[in-house]
T-cell receptor
Framework: DAGVIQSPRHEVTEMGQEVTLRCKPI?????LFWYRQTMMRGLELLIY????????DSGMPEDRFSAKMPNASFSTLKIQPSEPRDSAVYFC?????????????FGPGTRLTVL | SQQGEEDPQALSIQEGENATMNCSYK?????LQWYRQNSGRGLVHLIL?????REKHSGRLRVTLDTSKKSSSLLITASRAADTASYFCGPMDSSYKLIFGSGTRLLVRP
């Protein structure tokens, strides 16, 4: 399996622009997670889906952030409008299902820079 | 707020020495997972210990869990330069979320 695939790997944009990050989970995995990592705040869980349904979005920082999972093989995280403080590395992870014993498999991340 | 908090924040040791990292958490958990992150990469799962387990081994890794103290430790024995990375603990609560701490940055000097 190719693992979790994220695109783009790097994104540089200007403040106010819309940014869309993409994730393809491992085939057959039922849960998908979006994380944000910064030096100041560490690794934060933003939202997670189970069977394409958002289960917990309490980590989404504000209304400028939205996430969708239209099918089992694709998810997007959108920031509109983007701000410099959104600069971070965004990780997507997937796991086989909703089980307390599930391991999460992380993608390589998207490094976002908002100027 | 973060559930898992690693200590120390940074650790520098000589190759061949053992490295010990600690994790504290705040609420009840189903399990606790340790992950490694190499610079510029995603996290890689290392080991999972269930709430009813006290110790677990995987190769050169040894994890302990003390639920009464809400703490865990990760021991890497006979460290190698390739072990240089950041290590995160992820306590998993009943909502199946992993809430990571800030990590321990381990440097193994050749």
């Amino acid at each position: 399996d190719a693992g979790v695939i994220q695109s783009p790997r790097h994104e540089v944009t200007e403040m106010g622009q819309e940014v869309t990050l993409r994730c393809k989970p491992i085939s057959g995995h039922n849960s998908l997670f979006w994380y944000r990592q910064t030096m100041m705040r560490g690794l934060e869980l933003l939202i997670y889906f189970n069977n394409n349904v958002p289960i917990d979005d309490s980590g989404m920082p504000e209304d400028r952030f939205s996430a969708k999972m239209p099918n089992a093989s694709f998810s997007t995280l959108k920031i509109q409008p983007s701000e410099p403080r959104d600069s971070a590395v965004y990780f997507c992870a997937s796991s086989p299902g909703v089980s307390f014993a599930d391991t999460q498999y992380f993608g390589p991340g998207t490094r976002l820079t908002v100027l | 707020s973060q559930q898992g908090e690693e200590d120390p924040q940074a650790l520098s040791i000589q190759e061949g020495e053992n490295a010990t990292m600690n994790c504290s958490y705040k609420t009840s958990i189903n399990n606790l997972q340790w992950y490694r992150q190499n610079s510029g990469r995603g996290l890689v799962h290392l080991i999972l210990i269930r709430s009813n387990e006290r110790e677990k081994h995987s190769g050169r890794l040894r994890v302990t869990l003390d639920t009464s103290k809400k703490s865990s430790s990760l021991l890497i024995t006979a460290s190698r330069a390739a072990d240089t990375a950041s290590y995160f603990c992820g306590p998993m609560d009943s909502s199946y979320k992993l809430i990571f701490g800030s990590g321990t940055r381990l440097l193994v000097r050749p």
